[in-house]
């Protein structure tokens, strides 16, 4: 018989780090991530037969590169639990900071607008109904399997959006107090794609820079913002000024960058005043 110690050592001498190793071994117990306190209280317990080759099967998928996430079937995201496979993005944490300053914007705005561009697992949008129920949230996203995705954590975490197919605001009616989204911003000749061949291509590459989806929706925005809207969006951590150069160009005003936990500028943004468009100086 293999004890939680035992199987723990294991797991780590296929390669992979000792939180990863512990995730997978609280999966195939049918344990929550917040257990590995219990880990530690039962390092001497058998593990079943069963817990074992399941765990042989996830460790051998992590060790491939497949991310935690797709394996267990669950991320959690701004404090809820998001169900993801391979249909959507794992959501990153880094994806928070938008989140954060989002609901910084709409706390003056009771009852306020917002549409997310791309939810992928409905994470931002999700997020944002979770925190402020009076919020009125759509989520739009070109791909029917991520919607089918975003929809099923709506439904199991019973918050109300409003889902649509379609290609960022392309067949969008109606104007918004916020516009947020995170876009794909990677180069389709990014070196690090090849760390990334588990997840949606389509949800990561944009063109030569990485900016062609940034450049549509920052295009299609004005028309779809109320006066004092803004305008947010992730993107790469070398792009905060290319993306800035672009929101300035489409006459948006306050434009500016939020940088993440780790000190990149992560996030970018600007507000739409019709009454200033096309001002110089």
Not at 103 to 121: C, H, M, Q
Not at 194 to 215: K, N, V, Y
Request: aromatic content about 6%.
């Amino acid at each position: 018989m293999v004890t939680v110690a035992q199987a723990l050592a294991w797991a780590m001498a296929r390669g992979l780090d000792r939180l990863d190793a512990q995730l997978l071994v609280l999966h195939a117990l049918g344990r929550g991530e917040h257990d590995r306190a219990w880990l530690l209280a039962h390092d001497t317990d058998a593990l079943a037969d069963s817990v074992h080759t399941t765990l042989h099967a996830t460790a051998g998928r992590r060790a491939a590169g497949e991310p935690l996430a797709y394996i267990t079937g669950h991320k959690e995201f701004y404090g809820l639990d998001l169900m993801v496979d391979a249909r959507v993005l794992v959501p990153r944490p880094d994806t928070e900071t938008l989140v954060d300053w989002a609901l910084e914007l709409l706390l003056p705005a009771p009852n306020g607008r917002v549409i997310d561009l791309g939810t992928g697992s409905g994470a931002i949008s999700l997020a944002l109904k979770h925190t402020r129920p009076d919020l009125e949230v759509s989520a739009v996203d070109f791909s029917t399997k991520a919607l089918t995705v975003a929809q099923a954590n709506a439904q199991r975490l019973q918050l109300d959006v409003q889902w649509a197919q379609g290609s960022w605001l392309s067949g969008v009616t109606g104007h918004f107090n916020l516009i947020v989204s995170n876009p794909p911003y990677i180069e389709e000749a990014d070196a690090h794609l090849s760390a990334l061949t588990h997840e949606p291509l389509q949800a990561l590459t944009s063109g030569a820079d990485g900016l062609d989806d940034i450049r549509t929706i920052i295009t299609q925005a004005p028309a779809h913002l109320l006066p004092s809207g803004w305008l947010l969006l992730e993107h790469g951590y070398d792009q905060a000024a290319a993306v800035r150069a672009l929101l300035t160009a489409a006459d948006l005003q306050d434009v500016q960058s939020r940088r993440d936990l780790a000190g990149i500028e992560r996030c970018s943004g600007g507000c739409w005043r019709p009454f200033l468009a096309g001002a110089k100086g």
